[in-house]
């Protein structure tokens, strides 16, 4: 399929700063469903575009995937903020080899080239970007998902806090899988599906959590079909920033689907940074809500369905 279209998109780039054909196929590991650039063909695709990835480590790795799977020739647009990496897109293409154009417009960076028949140190920006074990961490990884090289504190919090759970329930918006193993750690739990959006964390947990129990779903949790409802309980640190902003409507999504997937009775228990204001949501779909820890900077709240 991707080799018919021979055109891919990373991300969403905004319309008005690059033109991308309908027949792209989309490579962002965050948009579920799209196809996986890794397992594209050297030199498949003859133009891509890519919204870059403001982190160091996942940039550089998006960047030489992008012009590994480019012929020789091929053409690559990436952009980003100038302050979200946008600034750094020209140094990494010509760390590669490429001559690089770049333009500004509307505090973006569009950098644009075409792929040298050779390209210099692909191999290590892509190993130093790949799946790994971080010390800090001690499970599968990858740069880019969240709290890729350490323990989140707010999910350490939970995990602590939690007690032993009983029946079938999910993890949603699991990562790498930190959280499932605790909750998989109780005997009584029959089933948990470990739900997220971003398929680097998906994969990475699937190699963490070796248990029958656990079912892994690639999917966006507010999705309406993400999981079969009448869980007993939920387990949850929800995100709160899209893009790199602050968007608390997303905890909040969060929160309503989770109260849709329990059955009556069921238990949410999930964790949050103090200054999010959750409180109001959680007693609008909940018949009650209660605050079991708070330290750190996070709190933790159970709440009955």
């Known amino acids: 399929m991707v080799g018919e279209r021979r055109e891919g998109v990373y991300g969403a780039p905004p319309t008005a700063l690059a033109l991308v054909g309908h027949g792209a196929a989309q490579l962002s ?10 397992a594209l063909a050297d030199g ?12 160091t480590l996942e940039r550089r790795y998006t960047l030489a995937q992008a ?6 020739g091929g053409h690559l647009t990436a952009l980003a903020p100038k302050d979200k990496g946008g600034a750094r897109i020209r140094a990494d293409l010509e760390s590669f080899g490429c001559s690089v154009q770049e333009t500004s417009k ?25 799946p790994q074990r971080p010390p800090g961490l001690g499970l599968w990884s990858q740069p880019g998902v969240f709290s890729w090289d350490r323990v989140d504190q707010g999910s350490a919090l939970l995990a602590q806090t939690v007690p032993a759970l009983t029946g079938a329930g999910a993890d949603l918006g699991c990562g790498v899988g930190y959280l499932a193993q605790h909750v998989l750690a109780g005997g009584k739990v029959t089933a948990l599906a470990l739900i997220d959006i971003d398929r680097r964390a998906v994969d990475a947990a699937r190699r963490n959590v070796d248990d029958p129990r656990a079912a892994f779903v690639w999917a966006d949790v507010r999705s309406p079909e993400t999981a079969p409802e009448g869980l007993d309980f939920v387990v949850m640190n929800p995100p709160f920033h899209d893009g790199g902003a602050e968007d608390r409507a997303l905890g909040q999504a969060f929160i309503r689907r989770a109260a849709q997937m329990l059955r009556k009775g069921g238990r949410c228990w999930l964790v949050a940074n103090r200054h999010l204001p959750y409180e109001a949501v959680l007693a609008e779909v909940f018949s009650s809500a209660t605050s079991r820890a708070d330290a750190g900077g996070y709190k933790v709240f159970e709440a009955v369905r």
């Open 67 to 72: 012009l590994r799977v480019l012929t020789p």
């Open 44 to 55: 498949c695709l003859d133009t891509i575009t890519i919204a870059a990835p403001a982190g």
């Open 29 to 38: 590991p965050l948009v579920p469903g799209s196809a996986v650039i890794e």
């Open 106 to 130: 509307r505090h973006n960076r569009i950098c644009t080239t075409d792929r040298p028949v050779r390209a210099d140190d692909l191999d290590a920006a892509i190993a130093a970007g790949a």
